[in-house]
């Protein structure tokens, strides 16, 4: 640790002041404008926000969809990171490079090879037809089904790596001794593998939560006009309508959430420590 | 102070409002083997630092050869530190390691490499100049670190806890090997360390510090024979310290009457120096040891614990046992503080 | 049936859910006629090599290297100084600083294109490229300093006092002796920061105009116009890259590490 605090101010304060005057500073700038109606400090855009089926709308289903992802990727997160945990050193990293490698690739190209997968031209239609299930291509594009897919698709990565790293630090015979204790399945799960990686599965549902409802390709390409998302819908009301007092409103929804569970996460961090 | 090399006047060092040295005056002669002995925390690594120049003092001044130091930055001043991690460049082989700061100096090739392999050589790692610092094991390591600062022939050599990191016989190869390259080079060493035995076997003098303020100053037989304040007694094995009034040896529970009068405010004596099976005390047994040439006795009494040795041929007394015992005058050490 | 088949069928389905997808776009790619299906129509590389005619796709390809890579030096610039600061100096409000340079990760990116774009681009007549640049900037520092962050942490402190009393200046002792230690970690942050703005889509959706477009946003309006196989072809090229990217990152870095 060096003494001259001076001087290593001056190393850190570039980065602090390029952030805070070229970013911060017109984001808050946005976020307030959200409260300016016609020059006047204001709720009204809050309220005639709130007012309006459609955003109401876009809002709950937003919630519904990251609250839905995240919970599946939870479920699915937990049966195959205890899985990749089992398995011996050479294939646990062979297998944890596959998981995250997705995350390294275009989040455009991830989304647009549902566009083959689910269109009406798509695999699942035609397996569908082929079964004779039914005549005519089922609509799955475009829907909440697609955007949910899809954005499990993207965010199911970070859940795993996050409960894999938890698990790791789970004690080595913790298991087989509740089991030899008598426990069954699912109370080891309930009793002694959940409270012992609360924390990679909140640090993972707070990641998959705030990356689903502040996701923009996804409901972009799958879920269209038809299903929009907080983000899709900031879009298109600025794109649009040139509306910068509901894209504000958005804005700030976005940001307290972000921040909120960030906050939460550091919050629970604390706690254990 | 004209034969002073190293001169801390009036030096007071703080990390931020947190003030780990007050006030310390210290002086060094040229040549000298100096201990900054202390448990942790009583500011000796932070004075070696300022020795150093890693730290700027908040007032008084440092002189090294008649020159005032307290405002020079550390890479101008020509002292040498080995620190207690070694602190080698992982980057760098062995050679590279030692050649370092002769390559700042921009000293020409050829010169650099005499220098270099004349000075692994002392140390014993001119095979290894091409290992990095993880090919090596922590002995050589140290010794690397060592031949790193020599070379640059450092007016003052400062060394913390050499030897902490070692186990017990490269401990002693070290101890020998640093007394041979002060005999050799005569060069001014300053050691940090809170193991007394190091500094005793070490040292030429030992400054004891405790709590920022030095409490002795002194050759090694005057700090182990002749401990001048309860807490230099204290950390030089003397197990047995009253407060003493007059002719009475005050207790935890209960004052006594001594045999004689002392007019110092505590009186020390080693477990060894204690009378066993005479005497005016008495207490009960609670502990015993067998430690090869003597026993070893905890006993319990109405001033307090009394830590007791007797010769290994000498009758034992068993836990539980009454005993009695005295506070001889010849084998009391007077103290001030 | 034994827990360990079990436990391949689990990974088995996931890593289909995760990977399948990218296996798909790149036959889909393949693909000889000239609308998206899948099996594909026939197997031919027109679509593969049209990619690189497509004007558009040239260019904005080369914006978004240039931002991936420019932008990614810039964060480095100001990043390195910064992780170094906070990993070597009691600085007063340290914790505000930390705050401060992450939050980009933070703010959805959306948010932060129409921000720039209403205060920086309209009124202060910065060019949209400039915006860009400075916005993939802020958003890849934070990874900067995380990276640089960690593996100074790893490097202990004693080594630049070393070099000091060596004869070295601080700033000789970070370049001799910091540096050249946390060599993979910089280039780890270079990668991590490259791909990250490489893959940006939120931030630069407003930040677009006539001719300035990033490669993911142009491939999000050709999707729109076309419904030609060379998105799916293009995606399974970028995908490659990443791919290699990542690998030879791993290989030589550890790269999994820093992520």
Same mark, same amino acid.
């Not at chain 2, 690594?45 to 007032?59: D, E, N, V």
């Not at chain 3, 600083?97 to 921000?115: C, E, Y």
């Given at each position: 640790m060096f003494q001259n605090n001076r001087e290593g101010l001056a190393l850190a304060l570039p980065a602090a002041v390029f952030t805070a005057i070229l970013f911060l500073l017109p984001i808050g700038m946005l976020l307030s404008e959200a409260f300016q109606v016609d020059g006047h400090w204001s709720l009204r855009g809050y309220l005639d926000f709130a007012s309006k089926p459609l955003n109401q709308t876009v809002f709950w289903r937003s919630l519904k969809l990251a609250g839905l992802v995240a919970m599946t990727s939870a479920v699915i997160g937990y049966a195959c990171a205890f899985c990749i945990i089992n398995l011996d050193g050479k294939n646990r990293g062979r297998i944890f490079g596959l998981i995250v490698l997705p995350l390294m690739i275009s989040p455009v190209a991830r989304t647009y090879a549902w566009i083959v997968i689910l269109g009406r031209t798509g695999i699942v239609n035609d397996a569908i037809i082929g079964l004779g299930l039914s005549d005519t291509p089922i609509r799955i594009l475009f829907t909440e089904t697609a955007v949910f897919i899809g954005l499990l698709q993207l965010f199911l990565p970070l859940m795993i790596i996050s409960l894999i790293s938890s698990m790791e630090n789970l004690p080595k015979d913790v298991i087989a001794a509740s089991r030899v204790l008598g426990a069954s399945w699912l109370q080891v799960f309930t009793k002694v593998i959940l409270p012992l990686t609360k924390d990679g599965l909140v640090l993972g549902g707070t990641l998959v939560f705030t990356g689903s409802l502040t996701a923009y390709i996804t409901p972009a390409i799958l879920g269209g006009s038809k299903v929009l998302m907080l983000e899709t819908l900031l879009y298109q009301r600025v794109n649009v309508a040139n509306d910068f007092v509901s894209a504000g409103v958005i804005a700030t929804i976005l940001i307290v959430m972000s921040f909120g569970a960030n906050i939460l996460l550091k919050r629970i961090a604390a706690i254990r420590s | 102070?004209?034969?002073?090399?190293?001169?801390?006047?009036?030096?007071?060092?703080?990390?931020? +409002?947190?003030?780990?040295?007050?006030?310390?005056?210290?002086?060094?002669?040229?040549?000298?083997?100096?201990?900054?002995?202390?448990?942790?925390?009583?500011?000796?690594?932070?004075?070696?630092?300022?020795?150093?120049?890693?730290?700027?003092?908040?007032?008084?001044?440092?002189?090294?050869?008649?020159?005032?130091?307290?405002?020079?930055?550390?890479?101008?001043?020509?002292?040498?530190?080995?620190?207690?991690?070694?602190?080698?460049?992982?980057?760098?082989?062995?050679?590279?390691?030692?050649?370092?700061?002769?390559?700042?100096?921009?000293?020409?090739?050829?010169?650099?490499?005499?220098?270099?392999?004349?000075?692994?050589?002392?140390?014993?790692?001119?095979?290894?100049?091409?290992?990095?610092?993880?090919?090596?094991?922590?002995?050589?390591?140290?010794?690397?670190?060592?031949?790193?600062?020599?070379?640059?022939?450092?007016?003052?050599?400062?060394?913390?806890?050499?030897?902490?990191?070692?186990?017990?016989?490269?401990?002693?190869?070290?101890?020998?090997?640093?007394?041979?390259?002060?005999?050799?080079?005569?060069?001014?060493?300053?050691?940090?360390?809170?193991?007394?035995?190091?500094?005793?076997?070490?040292?030429?003098?030992?400054?004891?510090?405790?709590?920022?303020?030095?409490?002795?100053?002194?050759?090694?037989?005057?700090?182990?024979?002749?401990?001048?304040?309860?807490?230099?007694?204290?950390?030089?094995?003397?197990?047995?310290?009253?407060?003493?009034?007059?002719?009475?040896?005050?207790?935890?529970?209960? +004052?006594?009457p001594l045999g004689f009068e002392s007019?110092?405010?505590?009186?020390?004596?080693?477990?060894?120096?204690?009378?066993?099976?005479?005497?005016?005390? +008495?207490?009960?047994?609670?502990?015993?040891?067998?430690?090869?040439?003597?026993?070893?006795?905890?006993?319990?009494?109405?001033?307090?614990?009394?830590?007791?040795?007797?010769?290994?041929?000498?009758?034992?007394?068993?836990?539980?046992?009454?005993?009695?015992?005295?506070?001889?005058?010849?084998?009391?050490?007077?103290?001030?503080? | 049936m034994s827990s360990k088949w079990t436990s391949r069928i689990i990974i088995g389905i996931t890593l289909t859910f995760l990977i399948g997808p990218f296996l798909i776009i790149i036959l889909a790619g393949l693909s000889a006629g000239d609308f998206m299906t899948f099996p594909p129509d026939g197997i031919s590389l027109k679509w593969y090599l049209k990619v690189f005619t497509v004007e558009s796709f040239r260019a904005s390809f080369a914006l978004s290297m240039f931002l991936?890579?420019?932008?990614?030096?810039?964060?480095?610039?100001?990043?390195?100084?910064?992780?170094?600061?906070?990993?070597? !100096?009691?600085?007063? !409000?340290?914790?505000?600083?930390?705050?401060?340079?992450?939050?980009p990760i933070i703010?959805?990116?959306?948010?932060?294109?129409?921000?720039?774009?209403?205060?920086?681009?309209?009124?202060?007549?910065?060019?949209?490229?400039?915006?860009?640049?400075?916005?993939?900037?802020?958003?890849?520092?934070?990874?900067?300093?995380?990276?640089?962050?960690s593996s100074l942490n790893n490097l202990r402190g004693d080594m630049e006092e070393a070099a000091v009393l060596l004869g070295c200046s601080r700033i000789g002792a970070f370049m001799r002796v910091v540096l050249p230690n946390i060599q993979s970690g910089v280039l780890a942050a270079f990668i991590l920061g490259f791909v990250t703005s490489f893959n940006q889509v939120p931030v630069s959706l407003f930040l677009s105009g006539p001719g300035v477009r990033t490669l993911p946003i142009d491939m999000l309006s050709y999707m729109e116009m076309t419904y030609d196989p060379s998105v799916a072809a293009l995606s399974a090229l970028l995908a490659f890259l990443s791919v290699i990217i990542v690998f030879v990152a791993e290989k030589f870095l550890g790269f999994s590490r820093y992520v």
């Amino acid at each position: 640790m060096f003494q001259n605090n001076r001087e290593g101010l001056a190393l850190a304060l570039p980065a602090a002041v390029f952030t805070a005057i070229l970013f911060l500073l017109p984001i808050g700038m946005l976020l307030s404008e959200a409260f300016q109606v016609d020059g006047h400090w204001s709720l009204r855009g809050y309220l005639d926000f709130a007012s309006k089926p459609l955003n109401q709308t876009v809002f709950w289903r937003s919630l519904k969809l990251a609250g839905l992802v995240a919970m599946t990727s939870a479920v699915i997160g937990y049966a195959c990171a205890f899985c990749i945990i089992n398995l011996d050193g050479k294939n646990r990293g062979r297998i944890f490079g596959l998981i995250v490698l997705p995350l390294m690739i275009s989040p455009v190209a991830r989304t647009y090879a549902w566009i083959v997968i689910l269109g009406r031209t798509g695999i699942v239609n035609d397996a569908i037809i082929g079964l004779g299930l039914s005549d005519t291509p089922i609509r799955i594009l475009f829907t909440e089904t697609a955007v949910f897919i899809g954005l499990l698709q993207l965010f199911l990565p970070l859940m795993i790596i996050s409960l894999i790293s938890s698990m790791e630090n789970l004690p080595k015979d913790v298991i087989a001794a509740s089991r030899v204790l008598g426990a069954s399945w699912l109370q080891v799960f309930t009793k002694v593998i959940l409270p012992l990686t609360k924390d990679g599965l909140v640090l993972g549902g707070t990641l998959v939560f705030t990356g689903s409802l502040t996701a923009y390709i996804t409901p972009a390409i799958l879920g269209g006009s038809k299903v929009l998302m907080l983000e899709t819908l900031l879009y298109q009301r600025v794109n649009v309508a040139n509306d910068f007092v509901s894209a504000g409103v958005i804005a700030t929804i976005l940001i307290v959430m972000s921040f909120g569970a960030n906050i939460l996460l550091k919050r629970i961090a604390a706690i254990r420590s | 102070m004209s034969n002073a090399f190293v001169s801390l006047q009036k030096l007071s060092l703080a990390y931020g +409002s947190n003030i780990v040295v007050p006030e310390l005056d210290l002086d060094i002669v040229e040549g000298e083997l100096i201990a900054l002995l202390g448990p942790s925390g009583c500011g000796k690594t932070t004075t070696m630092r300022a020795i150093a120049g890693l730290m700027a003092p908040q007032s008084g001044r440092i002189y090294i050869d008649g020159i005032d130091m307290t405002r020079m930055p550390a890479n101008k001043r020509g002292i040498g530190l080995v620190f207690q991690s070694y602190a080698l460049f992982p980057h760098l082989t062995t050679f590279e390691n030692a050649a370092f700061g002769l390559r700042l100096k921009k000293l020409p090739q050829a010169e650099i490499t005499q220098i270099v392999e004349r000075g692994l050589r002392a140390v014993g790692l001119d095979r290894l100049a091409d290992r990095k610092p993880a090919e090596m094991s922590g002995g050589q390591q140290q010794r690397l670190s060592l031949a790193r600062s020599l070379v640059m022939q450092p007016k003052v050599l400062l060394l913390d806890e050499p030897l902490s990191n070692l186990d017990a016989r490269l401990r002693l190869e070290m101890r020998a090997e640093l007394q041979r390259v002060q005999k050799e080079t005569g060069i001014t060493m300053v050691f940090v360390t809170h193991d007394q035995s190091e500094a005793l076997a070490l040292a030429d003098r030992i400054v004891l510090m405790n709590n920022g303020i030095i409490e002795q100053i002194g050759t090694p037989d005057e700090l182990y024979g002749a401990p001048k304040t309860k807490f230099a007694a204290d950390f030089f094995g003397f197990e047995n310290i009253f407060e003493v009034e007059g002719n009475t040896i005050k207790g935890a529970a209960q +004052s006594l009457p001594l045999g004689f009068e002392s007019t110092s405010k505590y009186l020390a004596w080693r477990p060894g120096a204690i009378d066993v099976g005479v005497g005016n005390f +008495s207490g009960i047994v609670r502990g015993s040891a067998f430690a090869g040439e003597q026993r070893e006795y905890i006993i319990e009494s109405k001033i307090g614990q009394v830590h007791a040795a007797t010769p290994a041929a000498d009758p034992s007394y068993k836990i539980g046992e009454e005993i009695v015992f005295d506070f001889p005058q010849d084998h009391s050490l007077p103290l001030a503080r | 049936m034994s827990s360990k088949w079990t436990s391949r069928i689990i990974i088995g389905i996931t890593l289909t859910f995760l990977i399948g997808p990218f296996l798909i776009i790149i036959l889909a790619g393949l693909s000889a006629g000239d609308f998206m299906t899948f099996p594909p129509d026939g197997i031919s590389l027109k679509w593969y090599l049209k990619v690189f005619t497509v004007e558009s796709f040239r260019a904005s390809f080369a914006l978004s290297m240039f931002l991936a890579v420019f932008g990614t030096i810039a964060a480095l610039i100001l990043g390195i100084p910064a992780a170094y600061a906070i990993s070597r !100096y009691d600085i007063p !409000y340290a914790e505000t600083i930390k705050t401060i340079v992450a939050a980009p990760i933070i703010v959805p990116g959306i948010i932060v294109g129409l921000a720039l774009l209403r205060y920086l681009v309209v009124p202060l007549g910065f060019t949209v490229t400039l915006a860009l640049f400075l916005a993939h900037t802020a958003l890849v520092l934070p990874y900067a300093v995380r990276v640089v962050s960690s593996s100074l942490n790893n490097l202990r402190g004693d080594m630049e006092e070393a070099a000091v009393l060596l004869g070295c200046s601080r700033i000789g002792a970070f370049m001799r002796v910091v540096l050249p230690n946390i060599q993979s970690g910089v280039l780890a942050a270079f990668i991590l920061g490259f791909v990250t703005s490489f893959n940006q889509v939120p931030v630069s959706l407003f930040l677009s105009g006539p001719g300035v477009r990033t490669l993911p946003i142009d491939m999000l309006s050709y999707m729109e116009m076309t419904y030609d196989p060379s998105v799916a072809a293009l995606s399974a090229l970028l995908a490659f890259l990443s791919v290699i990217i990542v690998f030879v990152a791993e290989k030589f870095l550890g790269f999994s590490r820093y992520v």
